[in-house]
Structure formats: structure tokens, C-alpha cells
């Protein structure tokens, strides 16, 4: 007896097994079990099942030995078949140096290059139906590689037009203490919301409050000890718990770090902070201070599997000429360790963004070299893979930048710079700017596609709705209240147009927050109290409609937006059209749309 497998194009799978004579096989199965695929062979009387667990042992397959190209050695069909946790090491066969430049060919590689193996841990959703009116919008649960799952969840989908919800709706207000930023993020399906407090008008030496927003109200989480707190950010790193055994949960570890401007003690001088979250207590605790000079943001990104921290630098008590910094986590040493720094003046932010493969920082710089003026450039760097460090590449236009926000809309790679003011006169009313950057050859380009009229421009925020793409800009007029705005602007046919403003009790910054079916906007206020709470409405004050779909076989079907859907009448225009946005608990969300464009 034997027992065959074929692969689906009808040739052998190069699966074949000969079955004891005392084992007549009745049926075969196969099963998937934690992360692991198994056959089954239903014994016959009086035989006994056999199972046979389809894959490999964790060996590494492909062409493991690769030749440089322009300096830099790609391997492009590794695999491994068992799901696990790996370490990746290489090492040069033959490393030729040539005098006197005998350092430049030391062979440079991704520190402690740790991945992950994932196939069936629940990861996001994503969709299966294609984007046409029509068609029944169908997403589908995925693991982190794209692979479809079966697991069953409950998925929530939220219909948008942004014709009909164009009004910014004052919801309500949240304690807070001169603040400086917002920063929206999920732990566990669970929302949160960070509020950077800087100052009560006495101390800076002040707490910041982590939010927890349900069921449409935010309520005090937990106060975090920080001194003159400006930034904040939120990180995850994959841990290493997922192994052969049977992987359940994505296990990331998460964290937050936040930018300390000043002490009332140490002023300038102070340390910013890493917090990590305690699963256990469900806390964020300490988990390292990091040496800064009147820090004002953190960027954190990935570079060959390894976790990178960005800090800008603002001022060191005496002069705004000061190195910016760049932190990589160690997993060896479980810690942030400082992998360059980087001669920045005044930097009041720091922003990271790709493209061709290429991985840059851009800094928003607000004061000259001369420590006086207004600057009326910021500085971009990109990263050399042989070295792995930031060099310089070129400046760009910006007038007293004070935010450089990254997105990217297709393939293709933006920054929008907030300009506060008119670095020559003086004046709020300046133009802010949008560059998209380009790559040709071994030059970087950033090329300015539009400029925008700001005044007082401190804060741009891009976000999504059912795949149309938005930016928010603060109007940050402290001495006249009439002035302050927050306006939102809407993607359409290669620029941003005017699309729906709100006015604010001094917003600094804005954040967006996809949360409990509602699309909403947080704004901090440096000169109150309070920071805003606002969702997008339409005229009726009306939210959008949502729809929670179970799936079936890892496939939630929303043909309950088929009349809605269908029932519009388009006219080509993003405004008329209508999209989808998609969440479950734990995991990524997706859009799907614009339906109709």
C-alpha cells in the first residue's frame, strides 16, 4: 500500500509513503493544528491511524551563497519550513582589503538579524472581493505573510463618504496640562491615547496621562512621571516567544517613549524616557532612560529586522547647535544602544521615510547656524546600508520648520513640512510644503509638488478613510484665539484640496484616531487645560454606518453595504465616493475603496 501526494497542478508533490501491510488506509485527511499542517491516515480494522506532520525540521533552503553588487550582497530565496523563531548570521567567504582604505570593505551586516516564522498566528484582515461597485466587499483573516487563515472573529465594517461626513463635531474635552502632543495606539484590541503634558503654568516637572477610550468616552488610565514631556511615541518589537509548539498570540512587546523637554532642576539637560508595557499588570513601567538635550520628538523604525529610536535634539541650554541621536535595540543586551548621532541645530523634529529601498531621516529644523535667525532650511539624510550610517544628502526649502510628517500614497513617497513662520519677517502667514521623494541613480530628489497657505503652521497629520488620503494642519496662533484652526485637506487628482476645518482653543498638534466606528480628531493645547475631542459627522450630526460581519471559513462578507454601495450616484469625483474601512480586536485593519472614482 502506499499513499501519495499531489501537488495542485496534478504532478507529485514528492510526498510518498508506504503503508504496512497491516494498515489499510479507509481515508485520508489533512488537519491544521497551532501553526502546523499534519496528515492523517484513517487506519482500516484492524490497522492504526499514521500522522504525518508535512514540513521540515527548520532547515534553511536556497542559495545561501550570494556575490556583491554595488556593495551590497542580496539573498533572494531563502526559506524555512517550520514555524519558529531564527537567528541569521553571514559571513564573507572571501573579503579582499585594499589599501589604504582597508575599513571600506569590512563587510557590514543587520545587527542581531532576528525574524519570526508566523504562518497561522491571526495578524490582520485582508480583502478578497475586488474594489467595483457591484460586488459584495469580503475581507479575510491573514497571518503576518499574507497567508489565509480560517480562524473565527468578529470584524466591523464602517461605510464612508466624504461628501456626507465633512463636519468636525466638538465631542468633548480631556484633562490635560500645556500640552504638546497626542499619540493614538492599540494594545490588545484595547484604544489608548497618550497626552504629553509640558507645563501648569508653576513646574514643568509635571505627569503625563495614558487614556483608554470605550465605548465613546475616554477615562484616566495611567500617569507617567515626565518632565516637560513633548513628544510621544509608540513602538512594538516582536518577541521571540513564537516557536515550533504551537504559536496562539503575535506576541509584540510594547513600548513608549517620551520626549523630555525640561526639568526644573536639570532644565535642558534632562532624560527622555522608554517605557515598556507589563503584559502582567497591564502598565507601562520604566524601562530605560536616554541622556537628551531638550528633546522634542521620537521616531522609531525598522531596518533588517532591527528596531531603530530617533531623537531630535532641540537645545542644549546654551546653543541649538547640538548632535540629534540614533538608538538600536539590542536583543542581546535587551536595551537601546546609541548607534550614531548626528549634527542637527534646533531640530524640533525628526520623521522617517523610505523609498526604492532607500531608508532616509528628515529633520524640521527651526533655527539658523547663527542661533539667532529663523532657518529657512532642514536637513535629509539617508541611510548608507554598507556602513549603517545617516549621511547627509541635501537640504530642502522650510521657513522655521517645526513638523515634517511622512506618507506615502501608492508607491510613491511624501513629506508635508509645517513652516511656522515667514523666516525673514517674522510673520505666521507662510506657505508650508509638500515634497515627494525621488531616487534616481544614486541622487535623492525631493521635489516640492505644492505648497499650502498656513498660518502658524506647527503640526501636519495624514490619515486615511476608506482609502482616501487626508492631511491636518494646526494653525497655532497663541496671541489670537480667532486665529487658531485645525483644516483638514482632501487627496484628489495629484494635490491636496481644501476639504473641512474646525476651530480650536490653540491646537499644537492633531492626531487621528479610527476608534468605535467613528472617525475622530485629538487636539492638544498648550495654552489650556484641556485637549479637544472632534469626530467627523455630516450635517445631521449623523456618524457613519457600521456593520459587524462573523466570519465563516476566515471570510467576513459585508453584502449588507451592497445597497448603499450601489445605490449612490457617482460622478467620478473622490468626494462622491464611498469607502470602507475594516477593524477586529488584535488585529491590523484594512481598507477597502474608493468605490467609484
Known amino acids: 500500500n502506499t499513499l501519495d501526494v499531489y501537488a495542485g497542478d496534478g504532478t507529485i508533490a514528492g510526498y510518498s509513503q508506504i503503508l504496512s501491510s497491516a494498515t489499510s488506509s479507509s481515508s485520508i485527511s489533512f488537519l491544521v493544528s497551532d501553526g502546523q499542517t499534519y496528515l492523517v491516515a484513517f487506519g482500516g480494522s484492524p490497522g492504526a491511524s499514521l500522522v504525518w506532520r508535512v514540513g521540515g525540521s527548520g532547515s534553511l533552503h536556497g542559495a545561501t551563497l550570494a556575490t556583491a553588487s554595488a556593495g551590497v550582497v542580496a539573498f533572494t530565496d531563502l526559506a524555512i519550513d517550520l514555524v519558529s523563531s531564527y537567528d541569521l548570521s553571514f559571513a564573507p567567504e572571501t573579503l579582499y582589503p585594499q589599501y589604504p582604505n582597508s575599513q571600506e570593505y569590512i563587510l557590514s551586516q543587520a545587527y542581531d538579524l532576528n525574524f519570526i516564522v508566523s504562518l497561522g498566528i491571526p495578524d490582520g484582515l485582508a480583502q478578497v472581493s475586488e474594489v467595483a461597485v457591484g460586488t459584495s466587499p469580503i475581507v479575510r483573516v491573514v497571518d503576518a505573510g499574507g497567508n489565509s487563515l480560517t480562524d473565527a472573529v468578529s470584524v466591523t465594517g464602517v461605510l464612508d463618504r466624504p461628501a456626507n461626513y465633512n463636519i468636525i463635531q466638538d465631542v468633548t474635552q480631556i484633562s490635560s496640562t500645556g500640552a504638546r502632543d497626542a499619540e493614538y495606539f492599540k494594545i490588545d484590541g484595547k484604544h489608548y491615547v497618550a497626552i504629553a503634558n509640558n507645563f501648569d503654568g508653576t513646574t514643568f516637572n509635571v505627569d503625563s496621562i495614558v487614556f483608554e477610550f470605550s465605548g465613546g468616552a475616554f477615562s484616566s488610565y ?154 529657512l532650511t532642514s536637513p535629509l539624510y539617508r541611510l548608507n546600508e554598507r556602513s549603517m550610517q545617516f549621511i547627509k544628502v541635501l537640504e530642502f526649502d522650510s521657513s522655521a520648520a517645526m513638523h515634517v510628517e511622512a506618507f506615502y500614497i501608492g508607491s510613491s513617497s511624501f513629506l508635508a513640512v509645517a513652516n511656522y513662520a515667514n523666516a525673514t519677517t517674522g510673520a505666521l502667514a ?70 473641512t476645518n474646525t476651530t480650536s482653543l490653540g491646537a499644537f498638534t492633531v492626531e487621528f484616531m479610527f476608534a468605535d466606528n467613528g472617525y475622530y480628531l485629538i487636539n492638544t493645547v498648550p495654552g489650556d487645560p484641556v485637549s479637544e475631542i472632534k469626530r467627523f459627522v455630516d450635517a445631521g450630526g449623523a456618524v457613519q454606518s457600521a456593520v459587524s460581519v462573523s466570519t465563516v471559513g476566515g471570510e467576513a462578507n459585508f453584502a449588507a453595504f451592497n445597497t448603499e454601495i450601489n445605490g449612490y450616484s457617482y460622478d467620478g469625483s473622490i468626494l462622491q465616493s464611498v469607502g470602507l474601512d475594516f477593524e477586529s480586536d488584535g488585529l491590523q485593519g484594512t481598507d477597502m475603496g474608493p468605490y467609484g472614482v
Open 430 to 499: 507662510v506657505n508650508s510644503a509638500i515634497y515627494q521623494l525621488d531616487c534616481d541613480g544614486d541622487t535623492d530628489v525631493l521635489n516640492s509638488t505644492q505648497a499650502i497657505s498656513t498660518n502658524g503652521a506647527s503640526h501636519w497629520r495624514y490619515f486615511s478613510r476608506g482609502g482616501n488620503h487626508f492631511l491636518a494642519v494646526c494653525h497655532w496662533v497663541p496671541d489670537d484665539l480667532d486665529a487658531n484652526y485645525v483644516v483638514v485637506y482632501l487627496y484628489d487628482s495629484g494635490s491636496f484640496n481644501f476639504y
Open 222 to 375: 495611567q500617569s507617567l512621571e515626565t518632565r516637560g514631556a513633548y513628544d510621544f511615541k509608540a513602538f512594538s518589537i516582536a518577541a521571540q516567544a513564537v516557536t515550533a509548539s504551537g504559536p496562539q498570540s503575535k506576541n509584540l512587546t510594547h513600548y513608549l517613549a517620551v520626549a523630555n523637554h525640561y526639568h526644573n532642576t536639570d532644565g535642558y539637560l534632562t532624560d527622555s524616557v522608554i517605557y515598556r508595557w507589563d503584559a502582567t499588570l497591564a502598565t507601562f513601567e520604566v524601562f530605560q532612560p536616554i541622556s537628551t538635550l531638550g528633546a522634542t520628538s521620537w521616531e522609531a523604525f525598522e531596518v533588517n529586522g532591527v528596531t531603530y529610536l530617533a531623537v531630535s535634539n532641540f537645545f542644549d541650554g546654551t546653543f541649538h547647535a547640538c548632535n540629534s541621536a540614533v538608538y538600536r535595540y539590542s536583543k542581546a543586551n535587551d536595551k537601546f544602544e546609541l548607534h550614531q548621532e548626528i549634527a542637527t541645530v534646533a531640530a524640533h523634529d525628526v520623521t522617517y521615510v523610505q523609498h526604492g529601498g532607500r531608508h532616509y531621516l528628515a529633520f524640521a529644523q527651526y533655527r539658523d547656524e547663527d542661533e539667532i535667525s529663523l532657518s
